[in-house]
């Protein structure tokens, strides 16, 4: 079964600074998904990036970057130019290859702090 | 457009008593989830409905049971509430058709206190 290990449990970053966020999986597949979900305190669930395996490139979206080790099985969230909205739990999360029986499994998740 | 939506939003129950978490999408997906949020624990899959008439156990399925009434609709049911169930309960859908892999959506999920 896939694991998806985020080992550190909160962070804190000053305003307007960069902040990263580590995450690591456990997995014998070669082909696979890999996304970054934040909670604000409303709870709800906002899809922040998503990393297909079979790209190299590393998936941008505007502050919200990731570095993909396919081979270290790490993948960490760069947030760029922090900004008080992005205090939230920010969870990594796993899929297996397409399929209507592919699941999620999420990591623990961390607390970000954006300092003002 | 509505996306996923849940009720209740909050409930208390007490130990021993039953009841119905309701689920929704309008997004025309074919598969619908159920988790639990547990501090510490991350999202954990409690069952799944990979489309229309059929469902699957996730990780942690005892104590609950699920419906998938129709394209729509996917109801988690508490038979016997106890207070090891007290979590945040999310739904989730996403389409899955071909061999691209979609989003998945998310409720904004419902607050469960077993007393």
């Known amino acids: 079964a896939q694991t998806v290990t985020q080992s550190q449990p909160e962070m804190s970053v000053q305003e307007a600074e960069t902040v990263t966020l580590s995450c690591t999986y456990d997995t014998s597949e070669s082909d696979y998904y890999l996304f970054w979900y934040k909670q604000p305190p409303s709870r709800q669930m906002i899809l922040v990036i998503r990393?297909?395996?079979?790209?190299?490139q590393n998936a941008t979206e505007n502050r919200f970057s990731v570095n993909f080790q396919k081979a270290a099985k790490s993948f960490s969230l760069k947030i760029s130019d922090s900004q008080l909205g992005d205090a939230a739990m920010y969870f990594c999360a796993y899929r297996s290859p397409t399929g209507a029986n592919s699941k999620l499994t999420f990591g623990k998740g961390i607390t970000l702090s954006v300092r003002p | 457009n509505a996306g996923v939506t849940q009720t209740p939003k909050f409930q208390v129950l007490k130990t021993g008593q039953s009841m119905t978490l309701q689920c929704a999408q309008d997004?025309?997906?074919?598969?619908m989830y159920w988790y639990r949020q547990d501090p510490g624990m991350g999202l954990r899959l409690i069952y799944y409905s990979a489309s229309e008439g059929t469902t699957d156990k996730g990780e942690v399925p005892n104590g609950y049971n699920v419906s998938r009434l129709n394209k729509r609709e996917f109801s988690l049911r508490l038979e016997s509430a106890a207070p090891s169930q007290t979590s945040v309960y999310f739904c989730a859908s996403r389409r899955t058709s071909g061999s691209k892999s979609y989003e998945q959506y998310f409720g904004p999920g419902t607050r469960l206190t077993v007393t």
């Open positions: 990393q297909e395996a079979y790209k190299q």
């Open positions: 997004m025309n997906h074919n598969s």
